[in-house]
């Protein structure tokens, strides 16, 4: 009986080592994922104090979803804590890093979603962003620049060790990462199929496809899978407008407010809500 219980604190034993080897690996494996940098070149954009860019820019903010994570004053917030990670949406006023980043760091925060240091900013949603045409990140960057300093320090994000570890297998922290080139151009903001694409392709697309045709996996964990647009297009302009403001369908159904948040569509113009269903009409 002795033997046998020392036979069983020697597997045990030996499994809590493998066990230690294993997280260890892991550990470092993750850590140099997460460490990994990315290189981008700057780009030339037009940030202005000019006041309807700014008023552009505000609105994108607004449209777009900037707002909802960064706050109505842009001061930031701090969004879950949780053991693999703590999120930080950044106070982007002159009163947090709005003076410490240049234009450029700014734009590939946006459209690339990478740090200052080449880093992954791991929950930033560039892979909706990176849409957006020079003009309007220019616009978005010169609304940034003209809001006033907010004292708030809501800390950074943090990967924890648990994080690291998940970092080697099922969590990939440059998922939201893109090293593509961004557009140059969009179309004239106007009521049109072609201006409706272009908005399309600023936020819808990271839900919903390249090509508005519905996704089985989102970005977003236990998300369910997302329909096409096609049958959007089909509705009648004032229901279509009525259900981003409201979140309910013309069916009676209540969209999901976190993956389908009226509180940020519902800021899109008449202008906007026009084109996206001119687009989905042509599809």
């Not at 030339?44 to 008023?55: E, G, P, R």
């Not at 707002?67 to 001061?75: A, V």
């Not at 992954?120 to 003209?146: C, F, N, Q, T, W």
């Not at 990462?177 to 600023?202: I, M």
Request: hydrophobic share 40%.
């Amino acid at each position: 009986m002795k033997r046998a219980l020392k036979w069983i604190a020697r597997i045990l034993g030996g499994l809590v080592v493998l066990l230690l080897i294993a997280g260890f690996a892991m550990y470092m494996i993750g850590g140099s994922k997460v460490g990994e940098t990315y290189e981008l070149p700057d780009v030339a954009l037009n940030v202005s104090n000019d006041s309807a860019q700014v008023a552009r820019g505000s609105h994108l903010a607004a449209s777009i979803g900037c707002n909802d994570c960064h706050g109505d004053d842009l001061s930031g917030q701090e969004m879950f804590d949780a053991p693999p990670f703590r999120v930080v949406a950044p106070n982007l006023t002159p009163g947090g890093i709005g003076d410490q980043r240049t234009d450029a760091e700014l734009e590939r925060a946006i459209r690339h979603g990478v740090g200052p240091d080449g880093t992954s900013l791991i929950i930033m949603p560039a892979k909706a962003y990176h849409g957006l045409a020079d003009e309007d990140v220019g616009a978005l960057i010169s609304y940034i620049r003209s809001v006033p300093a907010v004292e708030n320090e809501p800390g950074t994000t943090k990967i924890k060790v648990m994080g690291r570890m998940l970092s080697a297998g099922p969590f990939d922290p440059a998922s939201e990462v893109t090293t593509e080139a961004s557009p140059t151009s969009r179309p004239p903001v106007g009521p049109t199929p072609e201006y409706g694409e272009y908005l399309y392709g600023t936020l819808c697309v990271y839900c919903h496809g390249d090509h508005a045709e519905g996704m089985e996996e989102l970005p977003m964990p236990d998300a369910p899978p997302s329909p096409g647009l096609a049958a959007a297009g089909l509705w009648e302009l004032d229901l279509f407008k009525e259900t981003l403001r409201t979140g309910i369908t013309p069916a009676g159904r209540e969209m999901d407010q976190e993956l389908m948040p009226a509180r940020v569509l519902g800021n899109m113009t008449d202008e906007d809500m026009e084109a996206l269903h001119a687009f989905f009409g042509t599809l």
